[in-house]
């Protein structure tokens, strides 16, 4: 691990006192930070810096159309935790903190960073809550196909497997350093899930679907100021369509149009019949029925292309650049029936921010690259 770079300690600093005029003039914060650099190679976020730099990092993810709220992020600041035993805990009691009551909660846990010679916790899964996916010797997968190759190498590791359901939480591994990678179950209690059933449409139900009700990344690095927090997983809530349109829906995951289009006695002979699209919207309204009647959190994309836009605006008027990647913003059914369609965006870098490690990604696969991790 390098000393931090001090052009990018600055130019967070810089940015972080113009916005918060109340930390008073960045003048001293920065001989504070050159020298503490100097001295150990790296230095550290006072908690307001942290908390800050966090919500920053959220405000530039270009991909994220639910950016409206960047400013209520809740920070759990655990930089003091640095064994993988004290991390798979946390992540644990982030998942229970994330949804009280089942009302989510954006939150984001911040753990050890890396420092020079030192490196801090990573968590190998993409998410805190995701479905094993078994291969079959038939060629066939019963689970989610994304973690496979996940699933495999935990296997390998000694997780003897869950009762062997599509949707089997998988466990956590953390590791620190070169150190062996600690594997720990999620507790039940600590994942809140949704059964699925649909308005108009009984035999839905019968089809035993559910999902996890909180998406927790856990494998991007949080970068602020030259600092890389490697393990600092987030949540936001739901929207109708990662679910229902992409999780659920595409062909190399749960592969579900089909069997939808099939109860509803669509002819799936042709494509002119649509029946993949109409499959596509009646999933979707069984995902957005189901959350609605359990009590929890989740938005849909109309509500959500809405919110994108008036943050958009809001961002201008603030006097900023609010970076956009139209191919992440616009939702994945009904585009063009939402006003993010209709626009282009700007596309800068811009720090704080989350980013993927390669050597993250290698970790949580075990091996070669997936496209999409
Ligand atoms: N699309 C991912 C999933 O289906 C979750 C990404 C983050 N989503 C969010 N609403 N914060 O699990």
């Known amino acids: 691990m390098q000393d931090v770079d001090v052009a990018a300690a600055t130019a967070f600093l810089r940015l972080f006192h113009a916005e918060n005029p109340s930390a008073g003039p960045v003048r001293h914060r920065l001989r504070e930070v050159q020298a503490e650099i100097q001295r150990t190679g790296t230095y550290t976020h006072t ?135 600690l594997m720990s179950t999620v507790p039940g209690d600590a994942v809140l899930e949704v059964p699925l059933s ?75 019949s649509l029946w993949r699209d109409r499959a596509l919207v009646e999933l979707n309204v069984a995902v957005l029925h189901s959350f609605e009647r359990a009590g929890v959190t989740m938005t849909d994309h109309h509500t959500e292309s809405r919110r994108f836009l008036s943050h958009l605006e809001r961002e201008e008027k603030a006097g900023r650049v609010c970076p956009a990647d139209w191919s992440w913003i616009v939702p994945p059914i009904s585009g063009s029936a939402t006003a993010v369609f209709h626009r282009y965006y700007d596309t800068a870098e811009m720090s704080p921010n989350f980013a993927h490690h390669p050597d993250a990604m290698e970790r949580g696969l075990g091996h070669g690259t997936v496209p999409g991790w």
């Open 47 to 181: 908690p307001g810096e942290l908390a800050y730099g966090a919500r920053m990092a959220w405000r530039n993810s270009s991909r994220c159309i639910g950016r409206l709220y960047w400013h209520s992020l809740r920070v759990r600041d655990l930089r003091h935790v640095t064994t993988p035993e004290g991390v798979a805990v946390e992540c644990v009691n982030h998942l229970r903190e994330a949804a009280p009551g089942r009302r989510i909660r954006p939150t984001i846990t911040v753990f050890a960073p890396d420092r020079p010679g030192v490196p801090g916790p990573r968590i190998w899964n993409e998410q805190l809550i995701r479905y094993a996916g078994y291969a079959m010797d038939d060629g066939s997968v019963i689970g989610d196909p994304r973690y496979v190759d996940f699933t495999t190498m935990v296997h390998k590791l000694g997780w003897p497997g869950g009762p062997g359901t599509p949707f089997d939480v998988l466990p956590l591994l953390v590791s620190v350093g070169d150190g062996p990678p």
């Open 198 to 272: 649909h308005p108009s449409y009984p035999w839905f139900e019968q089809l035993g679907l559910r999902w996890h009700a909180v998406p927790a990344i856990s494998n991007m690095c949080l970068e602020i100021g030259g600092i890389h927090y490697g393990a600092a997983p987030f949540n936001g809530w739901y929207m109708g369509t990662e679910i229902g349109a992409r999780n659920l829906a595409d062909v190399d995951r749960y592969n579900l149009m089909p069997v939808v289009a099939r109860h509803l006695g669509l002819d799936t002979t042709t494509e002119r």
